[in-house]
């Protein structure tokens, strides 16, 4: 059997099997995508589509963390970005690859002209992530979770 080690070889300590990158992506993603889902919620479990504003609940699967510049690793510094993420239907998500026109209104419109900018300025960043930024926002999003005390959304543990 393989150990991974620290100290010296006559103690060797065995150590937790570091996260894939490609884990730990994922994991974050089910935390950031929570809490974004559950941000633009409202107390009642109602989320507003960003792009083209009909209401659905939450809970129902209807409700997405849906990207503006679209997942992927061609806009990797947006991945994770709490402005490029927001509440949309599954309509909108899916079928109509983000509704972008609608989308471009809704972003306007919740945080201002200069949001296009930002975001503009951003998706030209490099950026690569490592395992320990992964790690340090999943702590970070959940605690960010349990401060919007908001309903969750599937029922899963954070
Ligand atoms: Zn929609």
Known sequence: MKYNTIGTDSLPIKLAKPKSVKTLKKSLWRVFSEFIRRRDSDDNGYCECISCGKRVKNGTWKVHAGHYYSRGNTWAALYFDEINVNGQCSH???????????????????????????????????????????????????????????????????
């Open 92 to 158: 909108c998500n899916t079928y109509l690859e983000g509704n972008k026109q609608g989308y471009r209104k809704g972003l306007i419109k919740k945080y201002g002209e200069q949001v296009l900018d930002y975001l503009d300025m951003k998706k030209n960043n490099r950026c690569k992530w490592y395992g320990f930024m992964y790690e340090a926002l999943i702590k970070e999003y959940k605690e960010k979770i349990l401060k919007l005390n908001r309903k969750d959304t599937y029922g899963q543990r954070i």
